[in-house]
């Protein structure tokens, strides 16, 4: 069940991006609701860490318009962003081994009293944050080298929470994960939705998008190619807006299964 508000909360109208002579991006559209996965998919340089650099503030757009909750504003740096309520978890994660789950979750947020760190409250808070999401993590306590893969995702996206965010951008948080920590952050994506927050995934797993996406919106070289409702769509439909052909690799491999099954 998707409990999708009609107005999106965060809306590309028309955004360019240059660097240089290189034209990352070309007057890319794309709309965010509360309470939806939106995948973003393309080939390596098709835009999509760039897409994601200008809606986080690290490069602001050279051209075009981004709405929140529809009325335009300027996001010129990280900082504002945040401020909005726009949170990326970016694939190097930046947690920092040598501290604890609680430590990574309020570094650079901490709670104090009278001057003093209250390590009860921020760890009830961390307590509270992970239960809420499902996370199960062997102590609060645990230094986050000492966690697995899935964990320490996990544990990177329940700190972007913490700002009370509307919309989380998550760069590619399956990457490098097994089958079973993979599926452990993919519960977590439907939890941040079942909480009304509107998602964008950066995958290039086809599968990880098919499980947890209501739409898929595909960038190429830099410009919209398509966004695609997941349950009416097949997959070979969005690999071919991928790569920007309907005879591909993939679809000739298909082509010729099906005729060696005929």
């Known amino acids: 069940m998707i409990h999708m508000s009609a107005a999106p909360v965060l809306a590309l109208r028309g955004i360019s991006k240059r660097f240089g002579a290189v034209q990352a991006l070309t007057d890319v559209e794309l709309e965010i609701r509360s309470g939806e996965v939106v995948a973003l998919v393309g080939d390596n340089g098709a835009g999509k860490s760039t897409l ?8 602001p757009a050279d051209e075009g318009v981004i709405e929140w909750e529809g009325r335009p504003v300027g996001i010129d740096r990280p900082h504002t962003a945040q401020e909005l309520g726009i949170a990326t978890v970016y694939q190097d994660l930046a947690l920092c081994d040598n501290l ?4 990574n979750l309020f570094l650079g947020r901490e709670i104090s009293r009278a001057g003093v760190l209250d390590e009860v409250g921020m760890e009830r808070r961390a307590r509270e944050l992970l239960a809420a999401l499902s996370i199960r993590i062997p102590s609060v306590r645990i230094p986050v080298a000492a966690l697995s893969g899935g964990q320490r995702q996990t544990v990177a996206i ?3 929470l913490l700002g009370e965010p509307k919309v989380v951008i998550l760069d590619e948080p399956t990457a490098a994960l097994g089958v079973e920590q993979t599926a452990q952050v993919l519960d977590l994506v439907e ?7 509107g998602v964008i995934l950066i995958s290039h797993n086809m599968a990880d998008v098919r499980a947890v996406a209501d739409r898929v919106a595909v960038l190429r070289l830099g410009r919209n190619n398509g966004v695609f409702a997941v349950r009416t769509t097949s997959q070979e439909e969005i690999v071919s807006a991928i790569t920007g052909a309907t005879d591909n690799a993939v679809t000739r491999r298909e082509a010729r299964i099906a005729e060696d099954r005929a």
């Open 52 to 59: 994601v650099k200008t809606i986080a503030g690290v490069a």
């Open 100 to 103: 604890d789950v609680v430590g």
């Open 191 to 197: 939890r941040l939705r079942e909480r009304g927050l």
């Open 158 to 160: 329940a700190r972007s």
